[in-house]
């Protein structure tokens, strides 16, 4: 009976010192941040943005003079920054209407092709800027982006040899004065030369017909009549667009003898 009480008392007392060490382990300073981490939510504050910094009227003017003074407002400069833009749109042109220029107009999906169609839109864009007061830097600044593109282009083909895309270059620009110089008297002139400067220098010899021809022809009327409204200011910015080409005709289809495919067909570029 002894014995039983002894092992008794022995086996609450063990209870009791568990309970004492087991309770300081739940609280102890070790284990309290992962206990918090795992049930309880951190709320995070709202950040919030800095001031924004005012300058006073006579920081502004220092500043704007400074500029003046470095030629940041100068027209060259300003023709080399609306550049970027105006090309950019220029050259979006293919892709964005791929299905345009490759399904309704059969036209091969190639570096020539995007070099053609983007020469075409640069082109209808030199036209808009002869009208403005610094025209021949503007359009200068625009054949630069056109030709800077154009390399790099060439090289990203695998083209390494600086002489090799020198020809290339030099190849491509010769077939763009050539080109110029084409679509500016089929401009003047009446839709069939307008036809036959894009047949030789749009489309090749084995693709293409004069619907093909006559949609081209009337996309081009279009974009010259839409480019001719765009404000000068927003032209200097650099602010324009084009709008999307239609794969049907406006009014009455043109008439066989009003735009047709030319009877000689050569292979020069003209």
């Known amino acids: 009976?002894?014995?039983?009480?002894?092992?008794?008392?022995?086996?609450?007392?063990?209870?009791?010192?568990?309970?004492?060490?087991?309770?300081?382990?739940?609280?102890?300073?070790?284990?309290?941040?992962?206990?918090?981490?795992?049930?309880?939510?951190?709320?995070?504050?709202?950040?919030?943005?800095?001031?924004?910094?005012?300058?006073?009227?006579?920081?502004?003017?220092?500043?704007?003079?400074?500029?003046?003074?470095?030629?940041?407002?100068?027209?060259?400069?300003?023709?080399?920054?609306?550049?970027?833009?105006?090309?950019?749109?220029?050259?979006q042109q293919a892709v964005h209407h791929q299905a345009f220029y490759q399904t309704t107009c059969h036209l091969p999906d190639n570096f020539q092709t995007w070099f053609s169609i983007t020469h075409l839109h640069v082109w209808m864009l030199m036209v808009r800027l002869r009208?403005?007061?610094?025209?021949?830097?503007?359009?200068q600044e625009l054949v630069n982006r056109f030709f800077d593109d154009t390399e790099q282009r060439i090289r990203d083909h695998g083209i390494s040899s600086g002489r090799i895309v020198s020809t290339y270059v030099k190849d491509l620009l010769a077939q763009f004065h050539g080109s110029v110089v084409a679509y500016d008297e089929g401009m003047c002139k009446d839709d069939p030369v307008l036809a036959a400067a894009l047949w030789r220098n749009l489309f090749t010899t084995t693709a293409g017909n004069a619907t093909d021809l006559?949609?081209?022809?009337?996309?081009i009327r279009q974009q010259l009549k839409h480019l001719d409204q765009i404000p000068t200011e927003h032209l200097t910015e650099g602010n324009i667009s084009f709008t999307p080409p239609m794969n049907e005709f406006e009014g009455p289809d043109p008439k066989p003898e009003q735009v047709s495919k030319p009877e000689t067909i050569t292979h020069e570029r003209s």
């Open 1 to 91: 009976m002894a014995a039983s009480r002894q092992a008794l008392r022995t086996s609450l007392r063990l209870q009791v010192a568990c309970a004492h060490v087991a309770r300081p382990m739940a609280v102890t300073p070790r284990w309290q941040p992962l206990v918090q981490k795992r049930y309880t939510t951190d709320v995070k504050q709202p950040e919030t943005s800095p001031p924004a910094k005012t300058y006073s009227e006579g920081t502004k003017k220092l500043v704007f003079g400074l500029a003046r003074l470095m030629g940041y407002y100068s027209t060259e400069s300003t023709a080399i920054r609306a550049s970027h833009n105006l090309y950019r749109i220029c050259s």
């Open 214 to 219: 006559a949609y081209i022809v009337q996309y």
């Open 131 to 139: 009208a403005e007061k610094h025209s021949k830097v503007y359009i």
